[in-house]
Protein backbone atom coordinates (compact mmCIF):
# COMPACT_ATOMS: atom_id res chain seq x y z
CA UNK A 1 0.00 0.00 0.00
CA UNK A 2 2.68 2.30 0.71
CA UNK A 3 4.53 2.01 -2.58
CA UNK A 4 1.07 2.74 -4.40
CA UNK A 5 0.43 5.67 -2.24
CA UNK A 6 3.96 7.02 -3.32
CA UNK A 7 3.70 6.11 -7.18
CA UNK A 8 -0.01 7.86 -7.05
CA UNK A 9 1.89 10.83 -5.27
CA UNK A 10 4.54 11.08 -7.99
CA UNK A 11 1.87 11.09 -10.76
CA UNK A 12 0.13 13.94 -9.33
CA UNK A 13 3.28 15.47 -8.83
CA UNK A 14 4.59 15.33 -12.47
CA UNK A 15 0.44 16.25 -13.81
CA UNK A 16 1.00 19.81 -11.23
CA UNK A 17 4.37 20.35 -13.18
CA UNK A 18 3.31 19.89 -16.53
CA UNK A 19 -0.13 22.20 -15.81
CA UNK A 20 2.32 24.82 -14.26
CA UNK A 21 4.29 24.67 -17.36
CA UNK A 22 1.63 25.00 -20.00
CA UNK A 23 0.04 27.95 -18.02
CA UNK A 24 3.38 30.02 -17.99
CA UNK A 25 4.05 28.85 -21.67
CA UNK A 26 7.08 31.17 -23.16
CA UNK A 27 5.15 31.43 -26.81
CA UNK A 28 4.61 35.08 -28.17
CA UNK A 29 1.09 37.05 -27.06
CA UNK A 30 -1.09 37.81 -30.48
CA UNK A 31 -0.26 41.08 -31.47
CA UNK A 32 2.81 41.49 -28.90
CA UNK A 33 5.01 41.57 -31.78
CA UNK A 34 3.73 44.29 -33.65
CA UNK A 35 3.35 42.34 -37.09
CA UNK A 36 0.01 42.77 -38.76
CA UNK A 37 -1.67 39.52 -39.60
CA UNK A 38 -3.19 38.95 -43.36
CA UNK A 39 -5.73 41.34 -43.98
CA UNK A 40 -5.72 42.42 -40.65
CA UNK A 41 -6.45 41.02 -37.13
CA UNK A 42 -9.88 40.72 -35.86
CA UNK A 43 -11.20 43.55 -33.42
CA UNK A 44 -12.51 42.78 -30.53
CA UNK A 45 -16.52 43.84 -30.94
CA UNK A 46 -18.20 46.61 -29.10
CA UNK A 47 -18.71 46.03 -25.58
CA UNK A 48 -15.25 44.41 -25.25
CA UNK A 49 -12.25 45.15 -22.87
CA UNK A 50 -11.86 49.00 -21.99
CA UNK A 51 -8.32 49.12 -22.72
CA UNK A 52 -6.26 51.29 -21.00
CA UNK A 53 -3.42 53.73 -22.52
CA UNK A 54 0.26 52.32 -22.14
CA UNK A 55 2.32 55.02 -20.45
CA UNK A 56 3.67 58.03 -22.29
CA UNK A 57 0.36 57.37 -24.95
CA UNK A 58 -3.21 58.85 -24.79
CA UNK A 59 -4.60 56.35 -26.60
CA UNK A 60 -4.73 52.53 -25.77
CA UNK A 61 -3.64 49.68 -27.55
CA UNK A 62 -0.69 51.19 -29.28
CA UNK A 63 2.59 50.01 -31.39
CA UNK A 64 6.24 51.13 -30.87
CA UNK A 65 7.77 53.07 -33.40
CA UNK A 66 9.35 50.30 -35.19
CA UNK A 67 6.11 48.43 -35.16
CA UNK A 68 4.22 50.54 -36.62
CA UNK A 69 6.71 51.49 -39.68
CA UNK A 70 6.69 47.55 -40.30
CA UNK A 71 3.16 47.65 -40.43
CA UNK A 72 3.17 50.78 -42.63
CA UNK A 73 5.41 49.25 -44.97
CA UNK A 74 2.85 46.10 -45.26
CA UNK A 75 -0.17 47.87 -46.18
CA UNK A 76 -1.90 47.86 -49.27
CA UNK A 77 -1.57 51.02 -51.35
CA UNK A 78 -5.02 51.59 -53.93
CA UNK A 79 -6.58 54.40 -55.03
CA UNK A 80 -9.67 55.39 -52.42
CA UNK A 81 -13.11 53.88 -53.10
CA UNK A 82 -16.60 55.95 -53.85
CA UNK A 83 -18.96 57.12 -51.62
CA UNK A 84 -21.43 55.41 -53.16
CA UNK A 85 -24.10 54.10 -50.80
CA UNK A 86 -22.11 55.52 -47.39
CA UNK A 87 -23.81 56.72 -44.43
CA UNK A 88 -23.01 57.15 -40.83
CA UNK A 89 -26.09 55.20 -39.57
CA UNK A 90 -24.06 52.76 -41.03
CA UNK A 91 -21.34 52.51 -38.26
CA UNK A 92 -23.70 52.25 -35.37
CA UNK A 93 -22.25 54.75 -32.69
CA UNK A 94 -22.20 55.08 -29.79
CA UNK A 95 -22.97 51.39 -28.77
CA UNK A 96 -24.45 50.90 -25.29
CA UNK A 97 -21.28 49.56 -23.35
CA UNK A 98 -23.19 48.75 -19.85
CA UNK A 99 -24.21 50.61 -16.53
CA UNK A 100 -25.95 53.27 -18.73
CA UNK A 101 -22.90 53.90 -20.13
CA UNK A 102 -22.26 54.40 -24.40
CA UNK A 103 -18.96 54.51 -25.67
CA UNK A 104 -18.51 58.08 -25.87
CA UNK A 105 -18.74 58.51 -22.22
CA UNK A 106 -16.76 55.62 -21.75
CA UNK A 107 -13.89 57.40 -23.78
CA UNK A 108 -14.45 60.68 -21.58
CA UNK A 109 -13.76 58.96 -18.48
CA UNK A 110 -10.97 57.26 -19.94
CA UNK A 111 -9.28 60.24 -21.06
CA UNK A 112 -9.91 62.48 -18.64
CA UNK A 113 -8.66 63.72 -14.93
CA UNK A 114 -11.18 63.60 -12.21
CA UNK A 115 -14.08 63.10 -14.19
CA UNK A 116 -17.36 62.93 -12.31
CA UNK A 117 -20.27 61.36 -14.49
CA UNK A 118 -23.57 61.59 -13.17
CA UNK A 119 -26.69 58.71 -12.29
CA UNK A 120 -26.81 58.71 -16.37
CA UNK A 121 -23.10 58.06 -17.06
CA UNK A 122 -22.79 61.79 -18.69
CA UNK A 123 -20.23 63.56 -17.59
CA UNK A 124 -20.54 66.62 -15.55
CA UNK A 125 -17.36 67.75 -14.51
CA UNK A 126 -13.65 67.19 -15.38
CA UNK A 127 -10.28 68.17 -17.49
CA UNK A 128 -9.25 66.89 -20.25
CA UNK A 129 -6.43 68.03 -22.38
CA UNK A 130 -6.84 68.10 -26.48
CA UNK A 131 -4.30 65.97 -28.36
CA UNK A 132 -4.19 67.34 -31.58
CA UNK A 133 -4.14 71.59 -30.11
CA UNK A 134 -2.83 71.07 -26.62
CA UNK A 135 -6.25 73.05 -25.37
CA UNK A 136 -7.65 72.45 -21.88
CA UNK A 137 -11.10 71.94 -21.72
CA UNK A 138 -12.86 71.61 -18.14
CA UNK A 139 -16.56 70.96 -19.88
CA UNK A 140 -17.11 68.06 -21.52
CA UNK A 141 -19.73 69.63 -23.89
CA UNK A 142 -16.74 71.00 -25.50
CA UNK A 143 -15.29 67.53 -26.37
CA UNK A 144 -16.20 65.65 -28.98
CA UNK A 145 -15.33 62.11 -29.93
CA UNK A 146 -13.17 61.79 -32.72
CA UNK A 147 -12.43 58.55 -34.76
CA UNK A 148 -8.77 58.96 -35.50
CA UNK A 149 -9.66 56.56 -39.10
CA UNK A 150 -12.64 58.55 -39.52
CA UNK A 151 -16.08 56.26 -40.60
CA UNK A 152 -16.21 57.68 -44.07
CA UNK A 153 -12.21 56.97 -44.57
CA UNK A 154 -12.64 53.52 -43.33
CA UNK A 155 -15.57 53.43 -46.03
CA UNK A 156 -13.39 54.56 -48.30
CA UNK A 157 -10.52 52.10 -47.90
CA UNK A 158 -12.29 48.90 -47.17
CA UNK A 159 -15.21 49.16 -44.70
CA UNK A 160 -17.60 49.65 -47.87
CA UNK A 161 -17.58 45.77 -48.21
CA UNK A 162 -17.56 45.11 -44.58
CA UNK A 163 -20.75 43.56 -42.33
CA UNK A 164 -22.58 46.04 -40.08
CA UNK A 165 -21.34 44.03 -36.92
CA UNK A 166 -17.68 44.84 -38.37
CA UNK A 167 -18.26 48.57 -39.34
CA UNK A 168 -20.39 48.63 -35.57
CA UNK A 169 -16.63 47.22 -34.09
CA UNK A 170 -14.69 49.55 -35.73
CA UNK A 171 -16.94 53.09 -34.76
CA UNK A 172 -17.31 51.68 -30.96
CA UNK A 173 -13.27 50.34 -30.81
CA UNK A 174 -12.05 50.93 -26.95
CA UNK A 175 -9.23 48.17 -27.17
CA UNK A 176 -7.70 49.69 -30.22
CA UNK A 177 -6.11 53.13 -30.51
CA UNK A 178 -9.47 54.63 -32.74
CA UNK A 179 -11.17 57.28 -30.56
CA UNK A 180 -10.16 60.45 -28.85
CA UNK A 181 -10.82 63.16 -26.70
CA UNK A 182 -10.52 66.00 -28.81
CA UNK A 183 -11.68 69.75 -29.20
CA UNK A 184 -14.57 70.01 -31.14
CA UNK A 185 -12.90 72.67 -33.28
CA UNK A 186 -10.22 70.44 -34.39
CA UNK A 187 -11.95 67.66 -35.08
CA UNK A 188 -14.79 69.31 -37.11
CA UNK A 189 -11.25 70.89 -38.30
CA UNK A 190 -10.31 67.23 -39.46
CA UNK A 191 -13.83 66.38 -40.63
CA UNK A 192 -12.86 62.54 -42.71
CA UNK A 193 -9.63 64.05 -44.33
CA UNK A 194 -6.48 61.37 -43.98
CA UNK A 195 -2.98 62.45 -43.08
CA UNK A 196 -1.58 63.99 -46.14
CA UNK A 197 -4.95 66.68 -46.22
CA UNK A 198 -5.20 66.78 -42.30
CA UNK A 199 -2.33 66.88 -39.63
CA UNK A 200 -3.05 68.22 -35.90
CA UNK A 201 -1.87 72.13 -35.41
CA UNK A 202 0.46 70.70 -32.47
CA UNK A 203 3.44 68.86 -33.98
CA UNK A 204 4.11 67.15 -30.75
CA UNK A 205 1.49 64.77 -31.20
CA UNK A 206 1.87 63.66 -35.03
CA UNK A 207 4.41 60.53 -33.36
CA UNK A 208 0.93 59.45 -31.57
CA UNK A 209 -1.45 60.53 -34.13
CA UNK A 210 0.52 58.53 -36.94
CA UNK A 211 1.15 55.09 -34.73
CA UNK A 212 -2.38 55.01 -33.86
CA UNK A 213 -3.67 56.15 -37.24
CA UNK A 214 -1.02 53.14 -38.93
CA UNK A 215 -2.15 50.91 -36.07
CA UNK A 216 -5.89 51.02 -36.91
CA UNK A 217 -5.35 50.74 -40.87
CA UNK A 218 -3.74 47.74 -40.36
CA UNK A 219 -6.09 45.94 -37.84
CA UNK A 220 -8.40 46.52 -40.13
CA UNK A 221 -6.90 45.58 -42.84
CA UNK A 222 -8.00 49.08 -44.97
CA UNK A 223 -5.80 50.32 -47.28
CA UNK A 224 -3.76 53.76 -47.64
CA UNK A 225 -3.06 55.91 -50.83
CA UNK A 226 0.62 56.78 -51.82
CA UNK A 227 0.11 60.37 -50.55
CA UNK A 228 -1.05 58.78 -47.25
CA UNK A 229 0.93 56.64 -46.53
CA UNK A 230 4.05 59.18 -47.35
CA UNK A 231 2.73 61.48 -44.77
CA UNK A 232 2.46 58.66 -41.76
CA UNK A 233 6.55 58.02 -42.84
CA UNK A 234 6.79 61.72 -42.21
CA UNK A 235 4.75 61.39 -38.90
CA UNK A 236 6.58 58.04 -37.77
CA UNK A 237 9.87 60.31 -38.43
CA UNK A 238 8.35 62.66 -35.80
CA UNK A 239 9.16 60.55 -33.10
CA UNK A 240 12.01 60.87 -30.68
CA UNK A 241 14.70 58.49 -31.08
Not at 25 to 44: C, R
Not at 122 to 135: F, M, N, P
Request: with cysteine; proline share 5%.
Amino acid sequence: MGRQIRVRGAALTAAVLLAVAGCSGTGTAPGKDGKPSAGGSSPAAPGGSDAKPAAGDVLPGMVGVEAARTRLAALKVAQPGTMAGYSRAKFTHWAEQGNKCDTREVVLKRDGTDVKQDSECKAVSGTWKSLYDGVVVTEASKMDIDHIVPLAEGWRSGAAGWDAARRKAFANDLTHPQLLSVTAATNRSKGDQSPDLWQPPDKSSWCQYGRAWTTVKSTYGLTVTEAEKKMLGTMLDSCAA
